[in-house]
């Protein structure tokens, strides 16, 4: 992955005023539409999304673009963002207020492509970019591999976090696993294989084997309300006490896991978690000025 910063910083700050002016007013009426569906008590629209925020929002979405195809040299189509476009009208679970933002671009189906398809369309590419670039999370993969070399070797690793899953099936009248505090992510979970996992995976892996929260109201954690894919994972890689799984990737972390205990009815693991770079920060640092 290489690029100039300085010509990146040029390109993203690059924007004429007559160019920003409409897709600022845009954004302004999307935004005007959300303010108008929250509820509760609020402040007025204008002092809520004053004219800098909005020009701040749309110039976040221009860099980004410039991200994108900078860095990873890929360019937004029309195709992309047609088929954004039918993914919303075909999905939405709030027609109503769809069929409101459309009518305050005037109806203009290039209005809405350009200014809510199209920023959808990069902030995805870009994320999905950033989370699977193998360069740039290097020295964190590098980190999570150290560690599992470790653990084979029965030497101690610091920062390993515990969690238990009972392996008997879930009560009839307990119908319901305990509810998951992380929001699904854009891109599945990864072995070392690559092998496609779910988002679900993703949010169980990174709140589950990371030490994530206890379940709430005293539910125990049972193994069959993880996500097939990772149940096959662990049941292969994690047979008896001292088993080290491979390294598995999330859009987030890098996670190791080792067996401690393993019975008929219950698996307790230790995991260890290695942090990626961060999404915003990274961004930031691309369009901080050079020294």
């Known amino acids: 992955m290489k690029f100039c910063p300085l010509l990146l910083m040029f390109l993203c700050s690059f924007t004429r005023a007559e160019e920003l002016a409409p897709l600022a007013a845009d954004r302004s009426a999307i935004e005007k539409i959300y303010h108008d569906h929250r509820t509760g008590t609020k402040p007025p629209f204008e002092q809520a999304m004053p004219p800098a925020l909005l020009e701040q929002l749309v110039q976040a979405y221009l860099r980004k673009e410039s991200v994108l195809q900078q860095v990873y040299g890929v360019e937004v189509t029309p195709a992309m963002v047609e088929a954004e476009v039918q993914r919303i009208d075909t999905t939405t679970r709030a027609p109503e207020m769809l069929a409101e933002i459309k009518l305050a671009l005037g109806g203009d189906r290039a209005r809405f492509a350009r200014a809510m398809a199209r920023p959808l369309v990069v902030e995805r590419l870009l994320r999905q970019r950033f989370e699977n670039d193998d360069t740039l999370h290097a020295p964190q993969r590098a980190a999570a591999d150290q560690a599992r070399q470790d ?11 515990d969690s238990t899953w009972l392996l008997t099936p879930r009560p009839a009248e307990d119908t319901a696993p305990a509810p998951s ?3 699904p992510s854009t891109t599945g979970f990864q072995p070392s294989t690559s092998a496609s996992y779910s988002n679900q995976a993703t949010a169980q892996a990174a709140q589950v084997l990371a030490g ?30 001292g088993d080290v799984s491979a390294v598995i990737e999330t859009p987030t972390v890098f996670l190791v896991f080792q067996a401690k205990e393993k019975s008929a009815a219950a698996l307790t693991a230790s995991c260890l978690t290695v942090p990626k770079h961060n999404y915003d920060d990274w961004l930031a640092q691309l369009s901080a000025p050079q020294p």
Do not use: I, W
């Open 151 to 161: 653990l084979r070797a029965q030497r101690a690793v610091e920062g390993m976090h």
């Open 212 to 241: 994530g929260p206890e379940p709430v109201g005293g539910k125990e954690r049972y193994f069959e309300d993880l996500d097939s894919e990772l149940q096959n994972v662990l049941r292969v890689q994690l047979q008896k006490p």
């Open 181 to 183: 505090t992380l929001p």
